[in-house]
């Protein structure tokens, strides 16, 4: 089996940086105050998230400078994408708004003495981020700070990486790789997006008499407690699966149980390896967070250029003792009833809890959370020197216990899923095993 978990030490890299320079849309935008949605601004989205892209040097692109080309298409991608310059604001009851300043996004140059083959045949997370991406002091927070900050590096191969943090609040994937990818096109010399950004947040907006219709365990409110996880001692492995794999997860599935998802049994069997690694009490609750893209959900569906937050986050909650013990097409059919009531109505709830209920955080006791970004584009993002070698999360996100499914091709071409896990040392050495049993082939 095909169990990745590579040397997860980044590469040390040696960077020289460029000071920080605002690039501005490259014409005149609307100075205006647009009011995020209801589902933006919850408190579990207000945080920054990095995305990293590889690429290989092009022959018939070597007259190009990339941190040119991509600096130049910024500009020309924020006159449509034009709140990206702006900064948020906070009115009364905690809502966010972004004041359209046309103050620009931070761009770093950067020269790093390497090449692309000095970070492995196959490249995967964990990533040397101190360098690749410049963290710059004082935009941590949410409030007047940059929405976007990028990084172009140059390697010594004629390749480079464009790294880049985006405030969640603003956008969730689907919206940063829209807005990323219409900087690709700009810099292959569209005039126009292919597709035109659409705001539209006035419809992921609480109703004036707000009425929370569904149960929403995934924002329960704990005390808060110290994970089993000890966040400073963590470490992290990427796995990979292909068809081989979740064939072999599959056969612990019965027959009877109706079709599901690769991301469906992946969710299902890494949890359940998970909560057995953690050795928990089993009358312990455990709890999986999904993110759902709820775009398609509404009726009429969001307009296909809408760059907010459009996604649900449903939780299943459980024993662990049942989690443990049960077979995974037990999971299945916990996710299966979860996804299922997903639909216009249950974002609307969300909404009307958000505002009735000071926008709560997401629980994180004893939470597992995977979010399947294969499909949000980080691997299409094309400035002229064709897709990126690696697109995808350049970390966990703002909690450690969460995994990214990222989409993936090894060095023979083919496609695969990886899932970076992170996990104390012990834990992960026996979640490795876990893992290892169910992938064993089932006669």
């Known amino acids: 089996m095909a169990l990745m978990a590579q040397d997860t030490t980044p590469i040390v890299l040696n960077v020289t940086r460029g000071k920080p320079e605002l690039v501005c849309p490259a014409e005149p935008t609307p100075r205006e105050l647009k009011p995020l949605s209801d589902i933006d601004d919850q408190e579990g989205l207000r945080f920054h998230m990095p995305a990293i892209m ?6 018939s692109m070597e007259e190009k400078d990339p941190v040119k080309v991509v600096k130049d298409a910024l500009a020309k991608a924020l006159v449509f994408y034009y709140p990206y310059a702006g900064r948020l604001v906070e009115g009364p009851t905690r809502k966010l708004s972004v004041d359209c300043t046309g103050e620009g996004v931070p761009f770093i140059e950067a020269e790093a003495d390497a090449r692309l083959e000095d970070f492995g045949d196959e490249i995967h997370p964990p990533f040397p981020l101190q360098d690749l991406l410049y963290d710059m002091p004082g935009t941590d927070g949410m409030l007047g700070t940059p929405l976007l900050i990028v990084q172009v590096t140059r390697l010594l191969c004629g390749g480079f990486i464009v790294a880049l943090r985006a405030n969640h609040a603003m956008s969730d994937g689907t919206g940063v790789m829209q807005f990323m990818n219409v900087v690709g096109e700009m810099g292959k010399g569209f005039v126009t997006p292919s597709i035109l950004p659409v705001w539209d947040r006035e419809r992921l907006t609480a109703k004036r008499s707000p009425n929370v219709s569904f149960s929403h365990p995934e ?11 000890d966040e400073a001692n963590l470490v992290q492995q990427s796995f990979l699966f292909g068809p081989t794999e979740i064939a072999a ?9 109706k079709q599901f998802s690769t991301f469906d049994i992946l969710s299902a069997s890494l949890w359940r390896c998970r909560t057995i690694a953690l050795g928990l009490d089993p009358e312990d609750e455990v709890r999986l967070l999904f993110a759902v893209n709820a775009r398609s959900k509404f009726n009429p569906p969001l307009a296909k250029g809408y760059y907010g937050n459009a996604c ?9 003792g049942d989690i443990c013990q049960n077979k995974v097409e ?8 979860a996804k299922s009531e997903i639909n216009e109505e249950y974002m609307r709830s969300i909404m009307d809890l958000m505002v009735t209920n000071d926008r709560p955080h997401f629980t994180v006791r004893q939470t597992y959370v995977v979010s399947d970004l294969r499909h949000l584009g980080f691997a299409d993002v094309d400035f002229g020197w064709g897709k990126p070698v690696f697109g995808g ?3 966990n996100g703002s909690v450690p216990d969460a995994s990214f499914f990222i989409s993936f091709k090894n060095k023979k071409g083919e496609t695969m899923t990886m899932v970076p896990i992170s996990l104390p040392p012990v834990i992960m050495n026996v979640f490795v095993k876990e893992l290892r049993e169910m992938l064993k082939t089932q006669l």
């Open 54 to 59: 590889f690429y290989r040097a092009d022959p």
């Open 219 to 229: 924002y329960d409110q704990h005390e808060i407690d110290h994970h089993s996880n």
């Open 249 to 257: 997860l599959r056969r612990h599935i019965s027959p009877r149980i």
């Open 312 to 320: 649900a986050f449903p939780a299943i909650c459980a024993k662990a």
């Open 330 to 337: 037990y999971i299945l059919e916990l996710i299966r009833n």
């Open 393 to 395: 999360p350049a970390s």
